[in-house]
C-alpha cells in the first residue's frame, strides 16, 4: 500500500470498548485500522464510524492485512478478554509484525502475564506495552484515564495519539508513562480496587440513611445531588444520585428496589487484596468490599438465616434505635463518615502502589497517579487533585493520613464518622467499609499497640521470641515455668 494510505495505528478486538476507543482515535484525527476475528463486529464498527461523522477508519478481516495496513514502525492495539485469548490474538497477529513493532495490551491483564509477554515479544524485537483503560464504554468513547506500562519506546511512538485521545482536565491529559515491565496494568488493579472501596462505602451510606434515617429514593437522590457540589463530587456519587431517580417501567416505585442484591464481580478487586497480604500492606476498607461481595452472592443462606434468627428471637432485620433521629445531623453525619472513610481507602491503595514500586523499582510517581485519575476513569473525584498536591508536597508521603491537610479533616469528622458507625452496630446494620476504615486510622493513629501481648504469646507457644522496649536485642522467656513458679495473678479474683 502507498505510505500515505497507511493507518497511524491499529486495534484488534471490536467489542463495546475496542469499537469505542477506536472510534475515539478516529475522531482525533488518526487514521486507524480496525481487525475482529468475528468479521460482523468489523462491519458494526464501521458502520458507526460511517454515521457518526465519516471517520478516518479502516476494517480488515485478515490478521495479515490488518497488521500490513499499518505505518511502520506499527502500533497495535488489543483489546480482548485477558487471558489466553490475548496469547492467541498475538500469535496471530505478530506473525506478520516487524523489529520494532509494538503490541498494546488494553485489558485488565495480571501484570505478571505482562511482563511474560514483554519478555517473549522482545525474543522477536518487538516492543510491549499494557495499558490500564478506565471509563468504561462511555469513557473508551469520549476520553478515558490510560495507564500505560511497559516499553517507554513504545509509549513515545504513540504520545500523541494517548495524549489526545484520553480525558482532558485543567492540568492536561489522563495519561501518563507509569513506569517499566506491568506497572501499568498493576496500578489499573488497585486502581480497580480503590473502586471497590469507594463502591462500597457509598452502598453503606445508602444502607444507613435509608434504613436509620427513613429516607426515599427521591430524599436519598436530592442528598447526593447535593454531595455531588462540594467535597464528595465524583463520578460515582453522581451516577448515584442518577440512580435513584428512575423508575420502574415495570411496576409502581424506582428500579433500584427491584435489582437483586448479589454484586457480580470480574477478579481485579480479588487481586488488589491478594497483593496485598503479599506485600504485608494492611488494605482493610478494600478487602472488606470484596468479602461484601462474596457475602452478597450467598442470597438464599442469607434469607435462610434471617428466617432462623428470628425464630432464635432476633425482632427485626433492622433494630429500632428510636423514632426521632435527627435527620438533617444524621445526613451531615454520614457525609463527613464516607468522606473519612475515602481517604483511608485511597490511602492503603496508594500504599500498595509504593510497596509495589519498590520491590519492582518501577519509581512510581503517586501525584502523577492521582492526576491521570482526575478525569476519564471510574473513581475520578475532585478530592484525587487535593491527593496530588499531597504528594506533590511530600513524594515520600507515609500515609494520607499524615498529610497535614487530610490529617486535620479526618480529625475534624471523626466525632461524625463514630456516631455514624455507632448508630449502624445499634442498628445491626453492617457498614464492614466504614468500620475498617475507622479501625484503620485508629489503629494507625495509635503510638502504642496491644500487639505486645500478641508477640509474648507467639513467645510462649512457639518460640517466636520478642523484642523490648526499654533495651536492644531478641528476647525468649518459659513463660509456663515462670508463672508457675510465681503463681502470679492465679486466684485474684476469687
Same mark, same amino acid.
Given at each position: ?94 506473525? /506478520? ?24 515479544? #522482545? ?29 517507554? +519506546?513504545?509509549?513515545?511512538? @504513540? ?35 480503590? *473502586? ?22 427521591? +430524599? ?5 445531588? *447535593? ?6 463530587? #465524583?463520578?460515582?456519587?453522581? @451516577? ?13 416505585? +424506582? ?68 423514632? /426521632? ?19 483511608? #481507602? ?12 519498590? +520491590? ?44 497535614? *491537610? ?71 522467656? *518459659?513463660?509456663?515455668? /515462670? ?12
Amino acid at each position: 500500500m502507498e505510505a500515505s494510505a497507511l493507518s497511524r495505528i491499529g486495534l484488534a478486538g471490536l467489542a463495546v470498548m475496542g469499537q469505542n476507543l477506536a472510534l475515539n482515535v478516529a475522531e482525533k484525527g488518526f487514521p486507524i485500522s480496525v481487525y475482529n476475528r468475528t468479521t460482523s463486529k468489523v462491519d458494526e464498527t464501521l458502520d458507526r464510524a460511517h454515521r457518526e461523522g465519516q471517520l478516518p477508519l479502516t476494517g480488515h478481516y485478515t490478521p495479515r492485512d490488518f497488521v500490513l495496513s499499518i505505518q511502520r514502525p506499527r502500533s497495535v492495539i488489543i483489546l480482548v478478554k485477558a487471558g489466553s485469548p490475548v496469547d492467541q490474538t498475538i500469535a496471530a497477529l505478530s506473525e /506478520h509484525m516487524s523489529p520494532g513493532d509494538c503490541i498494546i495490551d488494553g485489558g485488565n491483564e495480571w501484570y505478571l502475564n505482562t511482563e511474560r509477554r514483554i519478555h517473549e515479544a #522482545s525474543q522477536k524485537g518487538l516492543l510491549y506495552l499494557g495499558m490500564g483503560v478506565s471509563g468504561g464504554e462511555e469513557g473508551a468513547r469520549h476520553g478515558p484515564s490510560l495507564m500505560p506500562g511497559g516499553s517507554f +519506546e513504545a509509549y513515545n511512538n @504513540i504520545r500523541d495519539i494517548l495524549q489526545k485521545v484520553a480525558a482532558q482536565v485543567d492540568d492536561g491529559p489522563c495519561v501518563t508513562y507509569i513506569g517499566e515491565g506491568g506497572s501499568g496494568n498493576f496500578v489499573k488493579m488497585v486502581h480497580n480496587g480503590i *473502586e471497590y472501596g469507594d463502591m462500597q462505602l457509598i452502598s453503606e451510606a445508602y444502607d444507613v440513611l435509608k434504613h436509620v434515617g427513613g429516607l426515599s429514593n427521591a +430524599e436519598l437522590a436530592e442528598i447526593f445531588d *447535593e454531595w455531588n457540589k462540594g467535597e464528595l463530587e #465524583s463520578f460515582l456519587v453522581e @451516577i448515584t444520585a442518577d440512580i435513584f431517580k428512575v423508575k420502574d417501567e415495570y411496576g409502581e416505585g +424506582e428500579l433500584v428496589d427491584k435489582i437483586l442484591d448479589k454484586t457480580g464481580m470480574k477478579g481485579t478487586g480479588k487481586w488488589t487484596v491478594q497483593q496485598a497480604a503479599e506485600l504485608s500492606v494492611a488494605a482493610p476498607t478494600i478487602a472488606a468490599s470484596l468479602d461484601c461481595r462474596y457475602l452478597s452472592g450467598l442470597k438464599e443462606e442469607r434469607e435462610k438465616a434471617a428466617k432462623v434468627l428470628k425464630e432464635a428471637g432476633l425482632k427485626d432485620e433492622v433494630q429500632n434505635v428510636g423514632v /426521632h433521629v435527627d435527620k438533617k445531623r444524621l445526613i451531615d453525619d454520614v457525609r463527613q463518615a464516607l468522606y473519612a472513610s475515602k481517604i483511608c #481507602s485511597y490511602a492503603q491503595g496508594m500504599n500498595l502502589l509504593r510497596s509495589k514500586s519498590n +520491590e519492582k523499582g518501577w519509581n512510581l510517581n503517586f501525584g502523577e497517579l492521582a492526576r491521570i485519575w482526575k478525569g476519564g476513569c471510574i473513581i475520578r473525584a475532585v478530592f484525587l487533585d487535593r491527593i496530588k498536591k499531597a504528594y506533590q508536597r511530600n513524594p515520600n508521603l507515609a500515609s494520607l493520613v499524615v498529610d497535614p *491537610e487530610f490529617a486535620r479533616e479526618m480529625v475534624q469528622r471523626q466525632a461524625a464518622w463514630r456516631r455514624v458507625v455507632g448508630l449502624a452496630i445499634s442498628a445491626g446494620i453492617s457498614t464492614p467499609g466504614m468500620c475498617a476504615s475507622l479501625s484503620y486510622f485508629d489503629t494507625y493513629r495509635r503510638a502504642r499497640l496491644p500487639a505486645n501481648l500478641v508477640q509474648a504469646q507467639r513467645d510462649l507457644f512457639g518460640a517466636h521470641t520478642y523484642e523490648r522496649i526499654d533495651r536492644p536485642g531478641s528476647f525468649h522467656t *518459659e513463660w509456663t515455668k /515462670h508463672a508457675r513458679q510465681t503463681g502470679a495473678g492465679v486466684g485474684a479474683f476469687n
